[in-house]
């Protein structure tokens, strides 16, 4: 034995000290050698004092592989800086368990420039249990809250998996996580997400075949999801000194169609309460890909449905253009068939029935213009098309224009119709639209009211005007006024009313383009009233 001084010092203490009391010697080759060693070697190495005398490199040989470069990073900064030497380390047992342990020394330099530790090692491994133990559930409880709160917010199955990997090996302190999915054609499950430490582990060679006779050879895996239970796995490739590995199975629609795979550098690290949360977790995203996959299809849904609108509406369009040119020609030929006939005008019984013929074919050409006007308008207003032309005109001379030109609509109606119209009132509005407003209410009232009597008034107030057409008619129940506004509906089922139900949607859609507001005041037998406020000026 070489001249170490005080070693009877050291062999007394040995006597009643815990641990292993040692000397360490590092020489400038790198050589390394324990002069002296307490009986504690073997209880912590599982080795003699002989051979660690001889090759003290034996004892790395113990460490576990995922501290034995930091281990030899403290000796070097030692070494080199001559402070005392402390640090916390594990050794693999020859039954593949895992000791912590914490080591002290003071470091001398000698005359042969070699450097001698004087020191102990304790088994701290009850400690660094109660430690670890904190800390495991403290950092499950950190994954089981991001991963949550993730759900909340991820858009596809992909953002999940692989939000889920990385909030595992940052939040949860893993060494290493992945998703594998089952390709349904070859049955092998595919990797699809990973994060962590992927050179210690690699995917390809771990046991990821799912079906028929690679099942038998490559275990764990295809009962993972054959049966679609959790497997711990405490032999890493065989290799206890990796740690540990869990791999729950993720479900769809109560299938199993992958699984989630983590991985601790410690062995047995997953216990029952650990395998309970962690399967929570995973039952979290299997019920966030069935969220995902509900929201796509409905979003799915959606798009067909926005396409078959917009199909309709382009229909509409052009069937519009192309009945309105027909009904355009007619009306042009009825009306110069009628000069034609009163320039001639002779007032025999036969010209009066022509005359009256073409008036009621001129009647009934202008009531389908109207309505192809009408479905053009709804099309325009779909696809946010609706023209409008502002200019300075008197609203109270439109809406007189507009009342002569129902003369015999008034009469025909039998209704008693009376008027209260401030003039004048200057607007900068768009002038054909709002004559169409007046057109579409007055309309509405006359084919709604037949009989009854009809108020319309138009005023003026501080920054706009009113106008308003009330009737004594049938009045519109209060579930469906709400109703009157929207495309295709009408205040009554009735099928004695004509008409496709847009009069009213248009009109809204002009009152709300100029800034202006519609509102309907009404009862079922109680009459109804259309309130319409408009602003003097749009721009």
Sequence with gaps: MEN???????????????????????????????????????????????????????????????????????????????????????????????????????????EDGSILWTGFTTDISLDKKNEFEFLKTTRLFAVTAKINEMILYSKSRQEVFQEACRIATEEGEFNFAWVGLVDPQTSEMVPVAQSGLVSLYKIEELNILTHGDAVKKNGFMGDV????????????????????????????????????????SMANFFTRPEIELLEKIVSSISYAIDSIDANEKRVLAEKNLMSALAIRDEFLSIASHELKTPLTSMKLQLQMLQRGMNFQKDNSIHELKINKSLNLSINQVQRMNSLVESLLDVSRIQAG??????????????????????????SEAGCEVSKSIEKPLICFLDRGRIEQV?????????????????????????????????????????????????????????????????????????????????????GLGLGASFIVRLPFNRG
């Design 4 to 110: 170490i001084p005080d070693l009877e010092v050291l062999k007394n203490l040995d006597k009643n000290s815990p641990g292993m009391i040692y000397l360490f010697c590092l020489y400038p080759d790198g050589r390394v050698v324990l002069p002296y060693t307490s009986q504690g070697v073997k209880d912590l190495f599982g080795l003699t004092s002989e051979d660690v005398k001889i090759d003290g490199s034996l004892l790395f040989n113990k460490v576990h592989p995922l501290d034995l470069q930091g281990l030899h990073a403290s000796i070097q900064e030692s070494a080199q800086s001559l402070k005392d030497w402390k640090y916390e380390y594990r050794v693999i047992t020859a039954e593949g368990q895992e000791r912590w342990l914490l080591g002290n020394s003071r470091p001398k330099m000698r």
């Design 385 to 410: 098309k609706l023209d409008f032309h502002f200019e300075h005109f008197d609203v109270s001379e439109v809406l007189e224009n507009s009342l002569d030109s129902f003369n015999i609509l008034i």
């Design 438 to 522: 007046f057109f579409n209410l007055i309309s509405n009232a006359l084919k709604y009211a037949r009989g009854c009597r009809v108020n319309i008034s138009l005023t003026k107030e501080i920054d706009g005007l009113i106008f308003k057409i009330q009737d004594d008619g049938p009045g519109v129940p209060l579930d469906k006024q709400t109703e009157v506004f929207e495309r295709f509906q009408r205040g009554s089922a009735s099928t004695s009313f004509g008409g496709l139900g847009l009069g009213l949607f248009i009109t809204k859609q002009i009152v709300d383009s100029h800034g202006g507001e519609i509102k309907l005041e009404s």
């Design 225 to 264: 999801l054959r049966e679609g239970k959790t497997i711990i796995n405490n032999s890493l490739l065989g290799s206890p000194e990796l740690g540990s590995s869990i791999t729950i199975p993720i479900r769809f629609m109560t299938k199993v169609i992958g699984a989630l795979n983590l991985y601790s």
